[in-house]
């Protein structure tokens, strides 16, 4: 097992808190149809498989990519079958991995523009976190708001929900459960984290333009299961935990993803007012 001290932002539908966790295993499961979460306790990863082979959204971190690996072929895939390697946004816990991943499996990666030079850079020119570097990935396609990632029988829409990262991506996509189409989100990050300046940043003048788009762009998402680029921002652990007795996969959740949105947009709008206000 691998353990690997990080800090990042972990966010639940109602708080914000930066904390260091000890990153580990956590049981691989399918969420919905061919939808499986295979990420570690801190960091979700997605596995969508198909019949011409497999997408993963997120690597995590370099050291975690073996987790990862092993989380794949607990559930029978071979990670050899990965064709795509697509991500949330462009900060080390959910991309550092990249390069290790792509050359374990020989992956096309696709980024959102505005993460795709820092990936290619293996972390450049990002906000805020200027001394994080990792290995640089080949970026093999440059995505625009909208566009479509085709595999087999998936079809993935790339939504640009920039402010976190200037590329960060909101992904959805529909999965069927006998007759019925469910829709799925995966929220790339709206988190407003510390040390984030929204009024005159030379860094980033858009930035408050950006989360603003973000939220209505997210406002306006059908949602049957909440997913998101932590665990923690869907409340994945206590779903799991109730997989075996529910009555009803719980990872539907269209309420919790609207008060997720809702309670990051108040935080949004308040730490926007706060800085006006200096």
Not at 69 to 77: C, H, M, P, T
Not at 234 to 260: C, L, Q, S, W
Request: proline share 4%.
């Amino acid at each position: 097992m691998i353990r690997h001290v990080v800090t990042f932002l972990v966010s639940t539908a109602f708080a914000s808190v930066v904390v260091a966790a000890d990153d580990r295993p956590f049981p691989a499961h399918r969420v919905i149809g061919n939808t499986y979460y295979v990420g570690t306790d801190a960091l979700a990863t997605y596995l969508i498989t198909t019949s011409e082979g497999h997408i993963l959204i997120n690597s995590g971190f370099d050291e975690t990519v073996p987790l990862i690996q092993a989380a794949v072929e607990s559930l029978g895939y071979k990670m050899g079958d990965v064709k795509i390697i697509l991500a949330s946004h462009a900060h080390s816990d959910h991309v550092a991995g990249h390069a290790r991943l792509q050359e374990l499996t020989g992956a096309k990666v696709y980024v959102m523009r505005g993460d795709d030079t820092v990936i290619a850079s293996g972390g450049e020119g990002q906000y805020l976190y200027t001394d994080s570097r990792w290995p640089a990935c080949q970026v093999d396609r440059v995505l625009d708001d909208g566009d479509k990632v085709k595999l087999g029988e998936a079809t993935l829409v790339a939504h640009s929900t920039p402010g976190h990262t200037r590329g960060c991506t909101t992904w959805t996509w529909q999965e069927s459960d006998g007759d019925k189409k469910y829709d799925l989100v995966v929220i790339g990050s709206p988190n407003v984290n510390p040390g984030y300046q929204l009024i005159d940043n030379a860094d980033y003048p858009d930035i408050a333009k950006d989360f603003a788009k973000t939220f209505a762009v997210l406002k306006e998402l059908p949602c049957d299961f909440f997913l998101g680029a932590h665990g923690n921002y869907y409340g994945m652990h206590a779903k799991y935990d109730r997989v075996k007795t529910a009555k009803t996969n719980p990872f539907i959740d269209p309420e919790g993803y609207r008060d997720y949105v809702s309670e990051r947009e108040a935080f949004y709008l308040k730490t926007l007012a706060d800085q006006k206000s200096k």
